[in-house]
């Protein structure tokens, strides 16, 4: 194919996402992979010092021929984007820079998606109440298995629950979700990264793998069994392995990833070796979403001091997904409400 199309969410208007996409997008590597369709708002891009990119109106699907095009799906005014302010407003701007791009992807426009940072609280202070991009385009596009994998050229993870109070970990998993999670990461892993037969190792729960129910019973019950449901089925997958010991295996090849069961149990050793290169990667969707592995970072927003890698490996993965066959998406299916938010959407916010 050529050279595809990644649409880039510019994220939380007052975080650091306009910032880290301007540099991304200006980096010669990223423009060599594809062509980048930044959706976001040109004056807040201006702002994070944007060159002079060409500007469309939002509502065209035309796939673009230059090396950046700024897709216009705001106008804030000053207030609504002052950096390090979180406000209604750009919650409500962020979740219509993710319905553009899935629109853009379902209409041909695009062929992946890379993301910058958003904030939940503000996403949900704007009356979307979605923990996060993640279960937001899972609704978006009617899909109900969706896996969050962290990304990186050491180690890659891949959580069974994500956005959960810890206390509530133990009593959500269950065998056929952990199973679930290994299929998918299984698939996806044979798919979109072309190995024949990937080698998963499925994190115990409990401290020593529960030491044979001494400290938990989630290892007998819940995920051993997972584990030899996806072996009897022709998968190379070991587990449950006592966590303490099996990130040092991991990082050192022994796996090609790690299906983990909570979300800091992947992401603590993930950031360790990947703080500033990770890419989240959604599993699952009938299309390529990336995303940078950090939050908004609202102290630094505005500075110009943010560290704008892991933004540009989001694309550059994105974009190689997209250059593969197997990974090139079908159209993503809408539901009829969120199709109609998109397009009263296309007017842009102004309060």
């Known amino acids: 194919m050529s050279k595809p199309v990644v649409a880039v969410t510019m994220g939380d208007p007052s975080g650091i996402g306009p910032e880290v996409v301007v540099k991304a997008a200006r980096d010669a590597a990223v423009r060599r992979a594809c062509h980048v369709l930044i959706v976001g708002d040109p004056w807040l891009l201006e702002r994070a010092r944007a060159p002079r990119w060409p500007v469309r109106e ?4 035309a796939r673009p021929d230059a090396p950046v095009l700024v897709e216009s799906v705001t106008r804030l005014k000053p207030a609504a984007g002052r950096p390090g302010r979180s406000t209604r407003a750009g919650g409500e701007a962020s979740y219509r820079y993710i319905l553009r791009a899935v629109e853009l992807i379902g209409a041909g426009g695009a062929d992946a998606m890379a993301t910058a940072p958003i904030s ?11 923990p996060g991009h993640t279960e937001l385009l899972a609704d978006l596009t009617r899909t109900r298995e969706v896996r969050m994998m962290l990304y990186g050229p050491r180690l890659k993870v891949v959580l069974v629950t994500v956005h959960l109070p810890l206390a509530e970990v133990a009593a959500t998993l269950t065998r056929k979700r952990v199973r679930n999670t290994v299929e998918l990461t299984h698939r996806s892993l044979r798919e979109w990264f072309g190995l024949a037969e990937p080698r998963l190792a499925v994190a115990a729960l409990n401290p020593h793998g529960g030491e044979d129910g001494m400290f938990g019973q989630e290892e007998r019950r819940v995920i051993r069994p997972a584990v030899r449901d996806c072996s009897g089925r022709g998968m ?12 040092h295996r991991a990082a050192a090849g022994e796996y090609d990833a790690v299906v983990c069961m909570y979300h800091d149990q992947g992401l603590g050793p993930f950031k360790l070796l990947h703080f500033t290169d990770g ?24 500075k110009g001091v943010a560290d704008a890698r892991s933004m540009k490996q989001a694309i550059l993965v994105a974009a190689k ?26 007017a842009g916010v102004t309060k």
């Open 236 to 247: 190379c997958v070991s587990g449950p392995v006592p966590a303490d010991s099996l990130f």
């Open 58 to 61: 939002s509502g065209s699907a």
């Open 120 to 130: 939940k609280k503000t996403l949900n202070d704007a009356g979307h109440a979605w």
């Open 279 to 302: 890419v989240n990667l959604t599993l699952g969707l009938p299309l390529i979403r990336t995303s940078v592995d950090h939050g908004t970072a609202y102290d630094i927003a505005g």
């Open 321 to 346: 997904l997209a250059r593969t066959g197997e990974a090139r998406p079908s159209a993503p299916g809408m539901t009829e409400e969120s199709a109609g938010k998109a397009e009263r959407g296309r």
